[in-house]
């Protein structure tokens, strides 16, 4: 180690705000572990030493002087002692400094590796740091690293790297390397592991988020997101309500030619987006969230979980349950009611008459 290693030291302070004393200290730890394994010896046979003051650096063996050497790693003879030094005794403690060449490069390459860990755990708690003040929001990350194997996508948030991990991954969704997408933060915790930032591009506030970025009328709370249900990388649905009867909520989000929505659908690869009217009318709000299907009848069932009965003309029975249920479940997701969706005929035909869905899913929060 020269004196190019303590001025590095001195500019990872300055700028990643590492203390220099804190990476010495691991330095000497991670120094000793590795001497113990080399040598076969125990802390107290260790003693490392590093001055970032004078760049001086010494790794040496604290051995005692005995009569008849065993193990010449802890042990040294008393005229080998007294070669060194005249007054040393039987029983007293010498201190061997190491050659250079016995050791040097791997301290060196123990010192690269705890500054590298240094980087990586300054990087965690300034991301951990200014991540707490955006919990609950999206921001825009840069793709870093795909790794397949592991199912894990690497973003640069700024200040340091989160992981998306698969579970909060859109089915399907194919992230490459430089590639700017948005992402929104659960949660920000410390963890065993150290500080950690938990990201999504599945959770249906980040489809929230967007719209309260991308509509003024969202943003400013004049048009309120009353419920929303999402199967990412499928389907989202909306249901929003304005506070003022001259704004149309819905086509406030959609915008002028789709504009809006569209924007958003674009950032989600193409996911689809239906905004509904949210309605105090429990059968209406059911009868638009059950969109683009025609709705005739809705018929609250009593009973102690929320549930209906709806009617829909038999040529759209599966326009209103949709592809494997997805209609039916975001509608009961969206609406917290239990969705029994019949044709108007009664008659399912040969086929429907064993799939006739009753979707029993309560709206699902995150």
Known sequence: MNADFFEALSMLEKERGLSADYLIDKIKAAIVIAVKKDYEVEDENVLVEIDSVRGQFTVSLVRDVVEEVENPHTQISLEDAQAIRKTYQL??????????????????????????????????????????????????????????????????MGKGEAVLTRSEQVPGEELFE???VQV??????????GPRVIISRTSEQLVKRMFETEVPEVFDGTVEIKAISREAGVRTKMAVWSKDENIDPVGACIGA??????????????????????SENIEEFISAALSPAKVLKVELLEGEKKACRVTVPDHQLSLAIGNKGQNARLCARLTGYNIDIRPESGYFGEEEETSQPTVDTALMED
């Open 257 to 278: 030619h789709g504009v809006r929505v569209g924007k958003i659908v674009e950032e989600l690869h193409g996911e689809k987006i239906d905004v509904v009217r949210w």
């Open 91 to 156: 029983g007293q403690r010498v201190v061997t400094p190491l050659k250079t060449k016995d050791f040097g490069r791997i301290a060196a390459q123990t010192a690269k590796h705890v500054i590298r860990q240094g980087i990586r755990e300054a990087e965690r708690n300034q991301l951990f740091h200014e991540m707490q003040g955006k919990a609950h929001e999206i921001v825009t990350a840069r793709v870093t690293r795909v790794d397949h194997e592991r199912g894990i996508v690497a973003l640069d």
């Open 178 to 180: 430089g590639q700017h």
């Open 184 to 193: 929104y933060i659960k949660d920000v915790v410390v963890t065993d592991r």
